[in-house]
């Protein structure tokens, strides 16, 4: 079973902070659906301290979600200790994690992200302020490298571990590939070997049989699910259930999937008003509708409306024609 520090998981199945998507009303579904550990977006530890609106909204965490890890990234470790304080006193989540992955150009051109992955004395430096600032357990979230020249992993796993750190994530691409090629699964069981915290592995995690081989080949404490947990929720789900019981479920049908989808952006209405979360809403929507055929026409038509009940229109629209056409394919055999 997955344990950071004295925080337990009901399973090793992690949702990963993926930016632009871990808000609260993605993590909730996520976490109905049985995920373990739900992680936020990254925050910057400057926009925290300065108090930046939008920033701080991204501290919020349902109870729902718990147990919960909030996310922050910086390149200074003055900074980093300050903002790991704000999350540590004035917000409920569980753990906080920084960001040692993140390989955007505009995120490592601060000293921040996967630019920490070329230096091991930096690493400890940074995690050791930040756990002696906090209560709570801090975890790092890291890439397997720069480049293919310097894969360190190994080293800023143990930099990591020797600061305090609880836990680490580890992403088997360098910062080089981002998200591109195949993740290396080998380097997870080097590090895994070579440190006594948790270490949850990442990458190329598309089914529940990719879950379960990670976790045999690897020896991982857990899994982390990302992009393959966009617009498919279920995805969590079936993996969980498959670790659990050998088993597989049912796929769900067009309509569920809809139905869900407008749960979604429901509750990032709720969140961000109607404006901004259609807004945002367009790639979701995108997301639920993939391997729906004919789904092309329904996501141009989504991405010039404004209004929730437009969106819902053309979605349940689309179901009913994809569901007339099932139920005629059925009655001519």
């Known amino acids: 079973m997955l344990k950071i520090d004295d925080i337990e998981m009901k399973n090793p199945v992690v949702l990963a902070p993926?930016?632009?998507?871990?808000?609260?009303?993605?993590?909730?579904?996520?976490?109905?659906?049985?995920?373990?550990?739900?992680?936020?977006?990254?925050?910057?530890?400057?926009?925290?301290?300065?108090?930046?609106?939008?920033?701080?909204?991204?501290?919020?965490?349902?109870?729902?979600?718990?147990?919960?890890?909030?996310?922050?990234?910086?390149?200074?470790?003055d900074t980093m200790a300050e903002?790991?304080?704000?999350?540590?006193?004035?917000?409920?989540?569980?753990?906080?994690?920084?960001?040692?992955?993140?390989?955007?150009?505009?995120?490592?051109?601060?000293?921040?992200?996967?630019?920490?992955?070329?230096?091991?004395?930096?690493?400890?430096?940074?995690?050791?302020?930040?756990?002696?600032?906090?209560?709570?357990?801090?975890?790092v979230k890291m890439r397997m490298g720069w480049d293919d020249e310097n894969i360190l992993a190994v080293e800023n796993a143990q930099a990591i571990e020797a600061a305090g750190g609880k836990a680490v994530s580890l992403h088997g691409r360098t910062r080089l590939q981002m998200y591109e090629g195949t993740a290396n699964w080998d380097i997870l069981k080097e590090v895994k070997e070579s440190i006594n915290i948790p270490l949850i592995g990442n990458g190329d995690v598309k089914t529940p049989q990719d879950a379960k081989a990670m976790l045999e080949q690897t020896g991982v404490d857990g899994v982390m699910v990302g992009r393959a947990a966009l617009g498919d929720p279920w995805m969590l789900y079936r993996t969980i259930h498959y670790l659990e019981t050998g088993?597989?479920?049912?796929?769900?049908?067009?309509?569920?999937?809809?139905?869900?989808?407008?749960?979604?952006?429901?509750?990032l209405i709720h969140?961000?008003?109607?404006?901004?979360?259609?807004?945002?809403?367009?790639?979701?929507?995108?997301?639920?509708?993939?391997?729906?055929?004919?789904?092309?026409?329904?996501?141009?038509k989504i991405n010039h409306l404004d209004y929730r009940d437009d969106v819902a229109h053309a979605l349940y629209q689309f179901v009913d024609e994809l569901e007339a056409k099932e139920k005629e394919k059925a009655s001519a055999v």
């Open 18 to 77: 993926m930016a632009g998507v871990c808000n609260p009303a993605f993590r909730l579904i996520a976490k109905e659906f049985g995920t373990g550990l739900v992680c936020a977006e990254m925050v910057s530890d400057k926009a925290i301290i300065n108090k930046n609106e939008k920033s701080l909204q991204m501290l919020y965490v349902d109870e729902r979600e718990k147990p919960l890890s909030l996310q922050i990234f910086g390149g200074d470790k």
């Open 271 to 300: 969140l961000k008003g109607e404006k901004v979360a259609v807004r945002e809403m367009r790639k979701h929507a995108a997301w639920y509708l993939k391997g729906m055929r004919g789904n092309s026409k329904v996501r141009d």
């Open 83 to 139: 903002a790991a304080q704000v999350v540590d006193q004035q917000t409920n989540a569980d753990i906080i994690d920084i960001n040692m992955g993140c390989p955007v150009p505009k995120i490592t051109k601060c000293d921040a992200g996967a630019k920490w992955l070329l230096d091991p004395d930096k690493i400890y430096e940074m995690v050791s302020v930040a756990v002696e600032a906090v209560d709570k357990p801090v975890t």
């Open 247 to 267: 088993e597989f479920t049912e796929e769900p049908t067009p309509r569920e999937k809809m139905d869900v989808c407008m749960i979604h952006m429901d509750r």
